[in-house]
DNA sequence: CACTCTACCTGTGCGC
DNA sequence: TGCGCACAGGTAGAGT
């Protein structure tokens, strides 16, 4: 399940990689699955030919690039967004590759390439926009980014319990269930814990240690997950681990539900406040 | 405002 | 072996 860094992971594969997606241009969009893109987008991504591809852009979980049209007039740009959800990838191919089970979006590049975007469960999604503010106007600050005294504002406002607090995109943006689990272990505060009941200096220390995760995680390019995710090599401590004993405090971590979603703490590390 | 529930999907892995 | 079913999770939207 990708979550911010295995996004930033995708974004810096795509900037940075050999073949790289920057400066190249669409020759066609092959819409192999329509429910991917909105209905009402359908006919413009058929017009896409001889836009290239110019900036690139991650704001959370969401993956954002400029799209500047043949003709150079930075007025007519268009914004590219890409969710990958739960199961999307989104990766180069030589343009002679055959299109593969799950895939359900195809553009055919210059250069003989192809930006292909795999997803089996399809709720990964694609679209258009003008402005990149239509993306991140909804969104809280990016959550590698997000500075003290911004996180500070924003949780001082807050009186719910830490783990949907952390999953909501609205108040920093990037954290999956995944990343949200291994913070509060990290941090040694329990998914229960309402966020008002913290001190400043509680605070502060998730403030830094939901950083320093994702930090980590992101150098690592990504979580490696026994059987189930395998982007990087970041090493879980505590999610899918139920039943295993802590390796801080020997204690057996424990899986239990927090506002619908699995979730994975250590008793004795994470004592509720 | 905070929360809960449901829908969207399908590959996986369990119990019988 | 095979069948059925629960489960995984991000987000939107509706409801409490």
């Not at 974004?11 to 073949?19: C, V």
Request: hydrophobic content about 40%; some cysteine.
């Amino acid at each position: 399940m990708p979550e911010l860094p295995e996004v930033e992971t995708v974004l810096r594969a795509l900037k940075d990689g050999l073949p790289s997606l920057e400066g190249r241009r669409i020759k066609s969009v092959n819409m192999i699955w329509g429910g991917v893109v909105p209905v009402e987008q359908v006919d413009i991504f058929k017009k896409l030919q001889g836009f290239k591809f110019t900036q690139f852009f991650r704001h959370g979980k969401y993956l954002m690039f400029t799209l500047e049209p043949a003709d150079a007039d930075y007025t007519k740009n268009k914004i590219l967004v890409v969710h990958l959800r739960m199961t999307g990838r989104l990766f180069i191919v030589p343009d002679n590759q055959a299109v593969e089970r799950h895939t359900r979006f195809s553009v055919r590049l210059d250069e003989g390439l192809s930006l292909r975007f795999d997803d089996p469960r399809k709720f990964g999604r694609v679209w258009l926009v003008e402005n990149i503010c239509q993306v991140t106007d909804k969104l809280g600050p990016d959550a590698l980014t997000v500075s003290w005294p911004d996180f500070q504002k924003r949780i001082d406002i807050s009186r719910r319990q830490l783990k949907p607090l952390l999953l909501d995109q609205a108040f920093i943006s990037g954290i999956g269930n995944i990343y949200a689990d291994e913070i509060l272990f990290r941090a040694k505060l329990h998914p229960l814990t309402v966020s008002s009941n913290l001190s400043v200096k509680q605070k502060h220390h998730l403030h830094e240690t939901l950083i320093s995760v994702l930090q980590e995680a992101l150098l690592a390019n990504g979580a490696n997950i026994d059987g189930v995710f395998k982007a990087g090599s970041f090493v879980v401590a505590v999610y899918g681990k139920d039943g295993d004993n802590c390796h801080i405090c020997g204690e057996t971590i424990m899986k239990t539900r927090v506002g619908q979603r699995g979730t994975h703490y250590c008793p004795g590390c994470q004592i509720a406040i």
